[in-house]
C-alpha cells in the first residue's frame, strides 16, 4: 500500500527521531555503566591494597590483623571476596563473605601474573587485582565482590531510559502527525479545488495566502 505525503513525513520523522533518541539514551547508559565500573574498581583497589599491606608488611603475614580490620569495617562490600598468593600461586591468605566458591578463574591468577593489574566483570560481580612487591618477594592478591548500590542505580537508570524513550517516541508520533496535516493542509485545499475545475467551472481561482510559499505559487501560476 502506498504512503500519501502526510503518512511519509511521519512516518520518516518519527523514524529518524527514534532512532537519534534511542541512540543518545544508548550512549548515557553505557557512560553511566562505564564510570560505575571504574568507581567500583577504584574502590576494590583501595581495600585490596590496604589489606595486602596489613597482610605483609605489618603484620608478617598473619592473617589476624586483617580478619580484624575486615570484621570490624564500617561498610563492607556486598559478597566480599579476598585472595592472597605467593609468586608460586601459593594461596596465603583467604576471606570470603556470602561466596560457595571463588568466581575468578585461574587464567585470571595466570594472566595477573603476567601483568601489574587485573580488571574483570564476570556476571555481577567485579573482580580486581594487583601484583604487589615487598622485600624482594612478590604478592599477587585478588578481590571480588558486587556492586549492590551501583548496580541498583544502573537499573533504575536503564528503566528510567526506556520510560523516556517510550514516551518520546509515542509524543512524536502524534506530534509529527499533526504538524504533517496541518503542514500539508493547503496542498489538500489545491487538491480538491482542482479536482471542482471543470467546464462550468472555468472561472474558479484558486486561494492565494499572503505567506507566499511554494502552495501559493502554485495556485498564482494556476489562476493565470
Known amino acids: 500500500m502506498a504512503l500519501n505525503l502526510k503518512q511519509r513525513f511521519t512516518v520518516t520523522f518519527s523514524l529518524l527521531f527514534s532512532v537519534l533518541l534511542g541512540g543518545v539514551l544508548l550512549l548515557i547508559f553505557a ?20 589489606d595486602v599491606k596489613l597482610f605483609v608488611d605489618i603484620n608478617q603475614a598473619d ?16 559478597n566480599e571476596g579476598i585472595y592472597i598468593f605467593d609468586e608460586n600461586l601459593k594461596l596465603l591468605y583467604k576471606i570470603n563473605r556470602g561466596l560457595p566458591q571463588a568466581i575468578w578463574e585461574e587464567s585470571d591468577l595466570v594472566k595477573l601474573k603476567e601483568t601489574e593489574k587485573l580488571s574483570a566483570r564476570r556476571d555481577k560481580y567485579d573482580i580486581y ?18 556492586d549492590f548500590e551501583g548496580n541498583n542505580k544502573l537499573n533504575y537508570l536503564k528503566f528510567l531510559l526506556l520510560g523516556a524513550y517510550l514516551s518520546g517516541v509515542v509524543l512524536v508520533w502524534f506530534l509529527s502527525f499533526y504538524l504533517s496535516k496541518r503542514s500539508l493542509r493547503p496542498v489538500d485545499i489545491l487538491r480538491k479545488k482542482i479536482q471542482n475545475y ?6 474558479t481561482r484558486l486561494p492565494v495566502s499572503n505567506r507566499k510559499n511554494e502552495i501559493d505559487g502554485i495556485a498564482t501560476a494556476f489562476n493565470l
Do not use: C, W
Not at 65 to 75: G, K, N
Open 198 to 203: 471543470s467546464d462550468p467551472n472555468l472561472k
Open 31 to 50: 557512560l553511566f555503566a562505564r564510570f560505575r565500573h571504574a568507581d567500583f574498581q577504584s574502590r576494590l583497589e583501595d581495600q585490596l591494597g590496604t
Open 129 to 146: 587485582g594487583m601484583k604487589y612487591v615487598s622485600g624482594g618477594k612478590t604478592y599477587l592478591a585478588i578481590i571480588e565482590a558486587i
Open 63 to 78: 592473617s589476624s590483623l586483617v580478619d580484624l580490620v575486615e570484621r570490624d569495617a564500617i561498610s563492607h562490600l556486598v
